[in-house]
């Protein structure tokens, strides 16, 4: 079973940038689709950005133009830019695959605050 560790959250003001990490302990390689999702205060979780095996991307349009999903598999780890971050980002970030292949267990995320 693959487990996801997620890093590179932080405090961050308006407009700036953050570059998270999610790091797996098996292979990626095989995987398809994985992806960034985020779960704000009192709100449900929601898909951010996905990333296919061969690098075809896909964003929330409440994200498109600011943040990059990016993955190394020979790393196995993968990555999201956020630049021009807003308030509204404010959220636990996390990754997994997509949901049709079914979820991995979820890591612990990455807490991002965007405040002034």
């Known amino acids: 079973q693959v487990q996801l560790v997620e890093s590179g959250g932080g405090l961050v003001q308006p407009g700036g940038s953050l570059r998270l990490s999610c790091a797996a302990s098996?292979?990626?390689?095989?995987?398809?689709?994985m992806g960034w999702y985020r779960q704000a205060p009192g709100k449900e979780r929601e898909l951010v950005a996905t990333?296919?095996?061969?690098?075809?991307?896909n964003y929330a349009d409440s994200v498109k133009g600011r943040f990059t999903i990016s993955r190394d598999n020979a790393k196995n780890t993968v990555y999201l830019q956020m630049n021009s971050l807003k308030p509204e980002d404010t959220a636990v970030y996390y990754c997994n695959r997509e949901a049709r292949s079914g979820y991995f267990p979820w890591g612990q995320g990455t807490q991002v605050t965007v405040s002034s």
């Open positions: 098996g292979s990626i390689w095989s995987i398809n689709v």
């Open positions: 990333i296919t095996r061969g690098g075809t991307t």
